[in-house]
């Protein structure tokens, strides 16, 4: 064992003496501060949405042609209510507006879909709705609306809005109108203003009670039960930014991942996991390609063979000391991305816990652990092609040939496979590249039906033997010239 301990330090000096792996460690750094780099730019392009109040850019008489250009039957209705906005001063602005990496609500937003809100109550009551023993309470109900909107009081104005919405489910007893009923009493519950991360989650969930009250699945990362269940619990426990099962494979932009709940640095954190594979599989070839036919290149095989050890000791020890390098890589990509994500998107939020569904119940987890997870599968490509850059260099005793024709299967291999399965070529799915990508197999996105990680698993073990197999045969067997 002191023999293989010994071994193994040996080659950890040969690998890290080189300059070589110096400048690759250096790249890897660089390649962490690029990514986020980018993606911060990225977030930056998108400009702010200003709010201008309509008086100030069109005339009362504009607004009414525009409205009469889009050519349906409520022009006029559409016009009145611009005039509305123009009598009122009242500002005209989106939902969310984008200032740099931040999304906010503007303070204004609420007033503005208020005043839609206002006129349909309006046109529900001309167009005959309520019965005329309701008219009464119905008109007093949009007087209430419309001063809580002139006193910009949004809780007043809401509270209006459940009566209102009561007043018409009475009349129109609709399920979407009974989900839309409970997310006012939920705002109000939770005084969720709009903007704030408890008038999202609750966004959510009536989006969610929707879909499945019209068996409409339009959730992609988990379905819409789980989206009920986690975020009703964030409300009962107070969670403001949480991580969630498949967030890898959502949208890395930053903006999305703060619709999403996720806070600011995990939406960096959770966007390195795009190119993880690639950084540490390119690092590891070229280390691995090297680690055996660089004894030969160098002229030190001879040297080395010539210790009183066993062949498959030398070879243990450097296949041991390339997977234990990649895994020292894998822990500096890791933190090298928290401090850049940090960095540019900020340190907020990493109390933020990882919540998923198991047997119905929501079950809290740490979103370390849960992003550290991803890391380690996301590494298994690169071990793999490593791991073949390995064997290739006991075989063909070229470091060049070895690594040049590992990166080229690495980097083509799964163009190669994803255009055979879009040729319809699903027994693609037992190519090597089509199950290394551990993290698309398990959020089921490889493109081949059944395709599942314990089959991945076994085809790269299938694979992994072979590799194992040709560097013991080529390197322990065959004769030393």
């Known amino acids: 064992m002191s023999k293989l301990r010994g071994l193994l330090v040996n080659e950890y000096i040969k690998i890290f003496g ?10 890897v750094i660089l390649g962490a501060l690029g990514f986020n780099g980018i993606i911060y730019l990225v977030s930056r392009q998108t ?10 850019a069109l005339t009362a008489y504009e607004l009414r042609n525009i409205a009469q250009e889009r050519g349906h039957d409520q022009w006029e209705r559409d016009a009145t209510r611009y005039d509305y906005f123009i009598a009122n001063l009242i500002t005209h602005t989106p939902t969310v507006y984008v200032q740099g990496v931040r999304i906010e609500q503007h303070p204004e937003a609420w007033r503005t879909q208020a005043v839609y809100t206002l006129f349909d109550f ?38 209006a809005f459940h009566r209102g919405q009561e007043l018409h489910y009475r009349h129109d007893p609709a399920p979407e109108l009974a989900i839309a009923i409970w997310a006012t009493e939920q705002a109000l519950a939770h005084n969720a203003y709009p903007g704030s991360w408890q008038y999202h989650a609750i966004y959510l969930v009536q989006t969610a009670k929707t879909s499945l009250l019209h068996h409409d699945e339009r959730h992609r990362y988990f379905d819409a039960q789980d989206v009920m269940r986690i975020n009703l619990y964030r409300l009962e426990q107070g969670i403001p930014g949480y991580l969630f099962p498949g967030m890898e494979f959502a949208h890395f932009h930053p903006h999305t991942m ?4 996720i806070p600011g640095i995990w939406a960096g954190f959770a966007a390195s996991l795009e190119f993880i594979g690639t950084l540490l599989g390119a690092f590891l070839i070229i280390i691995a390609g090297g680690v055996i036919a660089g004894e030969y290149a160098g002229g030190t095989i001879k040297f080395l063979l010539i210790n009183p050890v066993a062949r498959w000791k030398f070879l243990l020890a450097k296949y041991v000391a390339v997977l234990t390098v990649g895994l020292g890589v ?13 960095l540019f ?20 987890r740490s979103a370390w652990l849960y992003i550290a997870s991803r890391y380690l599968l996301g590494m298994a490509g690169a071990m ?3 791991t073949f850059a390995f064997a290739l260099s006991a075989l063909v005793r070229s470091a060049a040939l070895a690594i040049g024709l590992s990166m080229f299967l690495f980097l083509g291999g799964w163009g190669a496979v994803a255009l055979l399965r879009d040729l319809g070529f699903y027994q693609a799915r037992y190519i090597l590249f089509a199950n290394t990508n551990l993290l698309s197999v398990i959020g089921g996105y490889t493109g081949f039906a059944h395709h599942t990680l314990g089959f991945a698993l076994l085809n790269i073990a299938a694979h992994m033997i072979v590799f194992l197999w040709t560097a013991w045969d080529a390197f322990v067997r065959t004769d030393i010239k």
């Open 18 to 27: 080189k300059l070589s792996t110096r400048i690759l460690l250096g790249l």
């Open 47 to 56: 400009s702010l949405t200003h709010a201008t109040p309509f008086g100030g």
């Open 122 to 159: 309006r046109w529900l009551m001309e167009d005959g709705l309520f019965p005329a023993a309701a008219r009464p309470e119905a008109a007093a109900i949009h007087a209430a609306m419309d001063e809580a909107i002139l006193a910009g009081d949004w809780l007043a104005f809401t509270s």
């Open 258 to 261: 703060h619709l999403t709940g």
């Open 330 to 342: 894998l822990a500096l990509l890791f933190f090298a991305n928290f401090i850049f994500s940090g």
């Open 345 to 364: 998107f900020g340190f907020g939020g990493l109390s933020a816990p990882f919540l998923s569904v198991v047997e119905g119940e929501v079950v809290r």
């Open 384 to 386: 793999v092609l490593a």
